[in-house]
């Protein structure tokens, strides 16, 4: 059982269908309220995640933590927005 919050840093995290997602790189915390809001993924899975970005995991997706974290929620791929290029004019 995990007597610090800190200790979760470096647990692998699994989908509720066992696929690999990351490795907890941080926590997200409410400091306002001393809760732990969400958990900071990184090195993710490419075919979970999109480039293979971080992600921040709300907390109320968690299922289990214990020498691993299993989500109950998890979308079934993660893609990065596409915003508007702005093309810049030059002037001659």
């Not at 997602?21 to 926590?27: A, E």
């Not at 691993?68 to 004019?89: D, H, M, N, Q, W």
């Amino acid at each position: 059982m995990l007597s610090e919050a800190s200790e979760l840093i470096g647990l692998q995290v699994y989908t509720n269908q066992g696929i690999y997602l990351g490795n907890i790189s941080n926590l997200v915390v409410e400091v306002d309220e001393n809760k732990v809001q969400g958990l900071f993924i990184s090195s993710t899975n490419p075919l979970l995640v999109e480039g293979s970005k971080s992600v921040n995991v709300p907390f109320r997706w968690i299922n289990s933590v214990g020498d691993i974290v299993i989500l109950k929620y998890f979308p079934k791929r993660v893609a990065l927005k596409r915003g508007s290029k702005k093309t810049e004019k030059s002037n001659k």
